[in-house]
């Protein structure tokens, strides 16, 4: 069992920055690999970047390569979303899940989700 909880999000500017937090709990934390998701307005959920288990691999959506950075800490238990360059686009509310997967790219294949955290960026 994880439980998921973000943090970090807020208002900004467009062409600013921000990082998100996601702090799980549980003691299996390194061995999940850990996603990130947004979902917009009338839109749905969609993958944003995912990183596997001890950090050494990592993928992105087209939309948001070269501007944002997954990273995790796990002493710390910890998987972070850093995003700059930020766009109106980027506007969604932003959430962390966990996967037994190695890679995954859809909901369906996440186990565990935090309750999201809301980012949005004034253009």
């Known amino acids: 069992q994880v439980q998921l909880v973000e943090s970090g999000g807020g208002l900004v500017q467009a062409g600013n920055s921000l990082r998100l937090s996601c702090a799980a709990s549980g003691r299996t934390f390194s061995s999940y690999t850990m996603g990130w998701f947004r979902q917009a307005p009338g839109k749905g959920r969609m993958f944003v970047a995912l990183?596997?288990?001890?950090?050494?691999?990592?993928v992105y959506a087209d939309s948001v390569k070269g501007r944002f950075t997954i990273s995790r800490d796990n002493a710390k238990n910890t998987v972070y979303l850093q995003m700059n360059s930020l766009k109106s686009d980027d506007t969604a509310i932003y959430y962390c899940a966990a996967t037994d997967l190695r890679f995954g790219a859809t909901e369906e294949q996440y186990r565990y989700w935090g309750q999201g955290t809301q980012v949005t960026v004034s253009s």
């Open positions: 990183i596997t288990w001890g950090g050494a691999n990592t």
